[in-house]
Each structure stands twice: as structure tokens, then as C-alpha cells.
């Protein structure tokens, strides 16, 4: 994997998708080792009289990990949030004053958790969906709730995956009840199990069709 692609910037904060955007932002500066000079928020002195080399080497690179933590920062937000952090010199000031500003207090929280768990329920499997699609979907959901501090258990995706299944799955589920106990199933193990069946039927309609 090249470089470029294992530094990719996170997509645009918004100010509306603050929690995830963290959490890539937070893992980009560590991949970029700029991290430290948000984290740690350190002043750099100025150089003493006559420095050693080394002295110089410290002292620029402290400099520049700041420099480049905050063009990250300005790049990876829409141009009018771009406008408030502007003016602000310090890097970790600015991490903190959007951390402050969007990720949003308990109630607004709340209220996010609370909209993803009726996205959640509201979820039913179309004829067309592919198992691993429909999978996706849901997962994605309950990781966004957790990314909100919130416990989302991968059991109530399987429960959900078991009882929103067309009926074409049935006989497929019946098998499944009959080899294991399908309330101990992982996620994994179910999701596995549904695209084998799922490969099969479609190879058999393929030979039917031919």
C-alpha cells in the first residue's frame, strides 16, 4: 500500500458528523507524527545564543509538526468553519475549540442515538439487497452509535438480520436452527452462513437459466 494512501485526509467536517470525523482526524495526525503537538499542546523557546546542532534540529522540528498538525486541521474543514479557527494561532486551541463547538452536549447526543436506533429498527431487507450489503448497512448504523458513546451489541444486528429476512432465506434459516443455537451465533458467523446460501442460489438460478 502506498503511502499517500495510508496518509488520505478524512472527509470534511461539516459540523454535523464531528464524532467519526474525530476519530479518522486523530488517527491521521498520528500517521503524519504531528499528533504530539496537539496532544501535548507544548511551547516551542526560542533558540539560546549560539545553539548546538542538535538545539536547531529540536527546534525546527517542533515547528514544523505545529505547523503541519494546523494545515491539516485548516484543509479537512468547510470554508465557514474555516473562517472561525482562522484566527486562532494555536493548534491545540483550535482542536479544542472544535471539539467544543460541534461535538455537541449530552442531550444533542442523545437525540443523534436516538434518530440512528429508529433508522435501525426502520431497516427491512429488499428482495435485491445482497446479504453483505444489508449487513454493511446495518453495522454501519450501530458503529455511529458507538462512536457516540452509546453500547450497541453486534446480538441486536443478527436479531435484526433473522427477523427482517425475505422469506426466499427461510429455508436457509430453518438449516441454521437445526446445526446451531442461533442465539449464541456471531455476527460473523451468521453473515458468512446467509452469503454461502446466497452464492449457491444464484448459481443455481444462473444453471437454471442457461
Known amino acids: 500500500m502506498e503511502e ?7 472527509s ?5 458528523n464531528y464524532e467519526i470525523w474525530a476519530v479518522r482526524m486523530i488517527v491521521h495526525l498520528q ?4 499528533w504530539e503537538a496537539v496532544e501535548e499542546n507544548y511551547e516551542v523557546l526560542p533558540l539560546v545564543a549560539n545553539p548546538s546542532v542538535a538545539q536547531m534540529k529540536l527546534y525546527k522540528e517542533r515547528n514544523t509538526r505545529k505547523a503541519k498538525a494546523k494545515a491539516c486541521l485548516f484543509v ?29 452536549d449530552e442531550r444533542i447526543k442523545n437525540m443523534k442515538v436516538m434518530n440512528l436506533i429508529r433508522e ?24 455511529k452509535v458507538r462512536l457516540l458513546g452509546k453500547e450497541f451489541s453486534n446480538e441486536k444486528i443478527v436479531q435484526k438480520i433473522l427477523v427482517t429476512l425475505p422469506e426466499k432465506y427461510e429455508a436457509t434459516i430453518s438449516s441454521l436452527e437445526n446445526s446451531k443455537d442461533l442465539s449464541t451465533t456471531s455476527l460473523i458467523e451468521l453473515l458468512h452462513s446467509l452469503e454461502v446460501a446466497e452464492q449457491r442460489r444464484l448459481m443455481r438460478q444462473g444453471d437454471t437459466v442457461e
Open 4 to 10: 499517500s494512501s495510508l496518509t488520505a485526509a478524512p
Open 12 to 16: 470534511i467536517l461539516d459540523g454535523d
Open 31 to 34: 500517521a503524519l507524527d504531528v
Open 76 to 104: 479537512v474543514v468547510s470554508p465557514s468553519i474555516l473562517i472561525k479557527i482562522m484566527s486562532i494561532d494555536s493548534v491545540a486551541e483550535i482542536w479544542e475549540y472544535l471539539k467544543e463547538e460541534y461535538k455537541g
Open 120 to 143: 435501525f429498527e426502520m431497516k427491512k431487507m429488499m428482495e435485491s439487497d445482497a446479504i453483505k450489503d444489508y449487513g454493511a448497512q446495518l453495522l454501519s448504523i450501530a458503529n
